[in-house]
């Protein structure tokens, strides 16, 4: 999760980069084509096995268009509508938004530690997007958001597919209804396809959606989501500190404030919970002898029956 939340956090600041020499949505969807296939590729290198039906199909198809098609566009028009490291906060609401979800559709239940986690980020959430400056960005990077909690609700349905071929499949669909978007939007990419633009793009692409999308559905199929989802937590913080350094950005006051509460939340959801007090571990008895019986009261070949009276009084009949 380290290494996850790290590309995701310098990812905000590739897109900013990206955006001086390429239009919005035709950017995005060349980092979900250029991802998906790559994995596309490596999964044939490997022989992995391609989705079979049209359940399968379905799932892989309402993934692409909702975690790649929904959120990548948002996430990108957050980033030129706002400062990078606004976006960086409110696109990483995650963590926030899929305590409910989680709760209901599999049974992971809210703990008061979470619930006042869930208080807390919300306010950080709060105070970066309205009184720090979130710009007309705030509110696409909260559906970027969205977007990418249901991406993670779905992913865990994946069980029984090959992770590396799916991922793919759902980045290229995701493309492809990108591009359409694009193509109504914009019109014909016009791109400088400049060295900064080329690097930038690389990265998003083959680290900051490839490499992470596979760790993180992995991640998603073992892990509880609170858990899982509030590492995201880290991502804004590494995405204000790059744009800091790359671009020159200086957090308000408040945006200051926001960050706070957001990692005060992640720290409260990743404490460890108390576990019960520790009792002395008793040992088990040798095999084939009954839990809690003495020696005086086994009978062993050629022994008689004992018969067991008050303590003191153990008679052994012949």
């Not at 978007?181 to 791109?191: D, H, N, Q, Y």
Request: with cysteine.
């Amino acid at each position: 999760m380290l290494w996850i939340t790290a590309a995701w956090g310098a990812c905000f600041v590739a897109i900013e980069w990206g955006l001086r020499d390429a239009p919005l949505l035709w950017f995005a969807a060349l980092r979900a084509l250029i991802a998906g296939a790559a994995l596309l590729a490596l999964g044939a290198a490997w022989h992995r096995p391609v989705p079979r039906g049209w359940r399968a199909w379905g799932l892989i198809t309402v993934l692409g268009l909702v975690n790649v098609t929904v959120a990548f566009a948002a996430m990108f028009g957050g980033v030129a509508g706002g400062a990078t490291g606004t976006a960086a906060v409110l696109a990483n609401a995650q963590p926030l938004l899929i305590l409910l979800p989680a709760w209901y559709f599999y049974g992971e239940r809210l703990s008061p530690r979470t619930s006042a986690a869930l208080v807390v980020g919300f306010a950080g959430l709060v105070a970066v997007a309205l009184p720090g400056g979130g710009g007309s960005g705030a509110a696409l990077s909260l559906l970027s958001a969205a977007a990418v909690t249901a991406g993670t609700l779905l992913s865990r349905r994946l069980t029984g597919l090959d992770l590396v071929t799916a991922t793919a499949w759902h980045l290229l669909i995701g493309a492809a209804g990108l591009m359409m978007l694009a193509a109504a939007v914009e019109g014909s990419p016009v791109i400088l396809w400049s060295p900064r633009f080329t690097l930038s793009l690389a990265f998003l692409a083959l680290v900051g959606t490839a490499a992470t999308t596979v760790a993180w559905f992995a991640e998603a199929r073992r892990s509880r989501l609170d858990t899982l989802t509030a590492w995201t937590f880290l991502t804004p913080v590494l995405g204000i500190a790059l744009a800091s350094v790359a671009l020159g950005e200086r957090p308000g006051g408040w945006t200051a404030v926001g960050l706070l509460a957001v990692l005060a939340a992640m720290w409260i959801a990743l404490r460890p919970p108390a576990g019960p007090p520790r009792t002395r571990r008793l040992s088990a008895p040798p095999t084939g002898e009954p839990h809690g019986q003495s020696p005086e009261q086994r009978v062993g070949p050629g022994q008689g029956a004992v018969k067991i009276r008050p303590p003191g009084r153990v008679l052994s009949g012949s």
